[in-house]
T-cell receptor
């Protein structure tokens, strides 16, 4: 069974601070996706990383896929209250199974 | 692009009745759709993988006779919760796959009284 461990589970910071969320596994993934979910809504896809070592930037968000494709990180610069939400990483196995393996989630709260 | 809708967005039903939830990919064809449930403050738990024109593949521990899945077309999958009980109350979310990316519906809040 493939597992994705996400840390921290909960993060409460002040507006303007930086933060990093980690997603780790002992398994290799063919791709990894990051989602953000708000209460009562479905997850919204933020980014997909496919290549080991890949770095993608989305405004103040920087996503990195580990060289071995076993881990990923999400870094937010100068967090804003609008960044508040549940961040989920999800990996797609390289075995051909099409279902995503989800991390446990990181609940981020940005205080104004 | 890549919009997925779910209907209804919320439903309240009495114990013992059945509820059907629809999942549609609005602007793309999805050969594979997935059904998840999510409890408060937890991550998504995969229930089943739905392939168009064939039987769904259920995850371990998910009762296939209780959670009936039908993938009638490339844009529609339905989940029917049969003989619902209060413990089935949850947030049910579907997703549709386009290549290696999945796009999620807005979810359906089911409350069984």
């Amino acid at each position: 069974t493939q597992l994705l461990e996400q840390s921290p589970q909960f993060l409460s910071i002040q507006e303007g601070e930086n933060l990093t969320v980690y997603c780790n596994s002992s398994s290799v993934f063919s791709s990894l996706q990051w989602y953000r979910q708000e209460p009562g809504e479905g997850p919204v896809l933020l980014v997909t990383v496919v290549t080991g070592g890949e770095v993608k930037k989305l405004k103040r968000l920087t996503f990195q896929f580990g060289d071995a494709r076993k881990d990923s990180s999400l870094h937010i610069t100068a967090a804003q209250p609008g960044d508040t939400g549940l961040y989920l990483c999800a990996g797609l196995s390289d075995t051909g199974r099409r279902a995503l393996t989800f991390g446990s989630g990181t609940r981020l709260q940005v205080q104004p | 692009g890549a919009v997925v809708s779910q209907h209804p967005s919320w439903v309240i039903c009495k114990s013992g009745t059945s509820v059907k939830i629809e999942c549609r990919s609005l602007d793309f064809q999805a050969t594979t759709m997935f059904w998840y449930r999510q409890f408060p403050k937890q991550s998504l738990m995969l229930m089943a993988t739905s392939n168009e024109g064939s039987k769904a593949t259920y995850e371990q521990g998910v009762e296939k006779d209780k959670f009936l899945i039908n993938h009638a077309s490339l844009t529609l999958s339905t989940l029917t919760v049969t003989s619902a009980h209060p413990e089935d109350s949850s947030f049910y979310i579907c997703s549709a796959s386009q290549s290696y990316e999945q796009y999620f519906g807005p979810g359906t809040r089911l409350t069984v009284t």
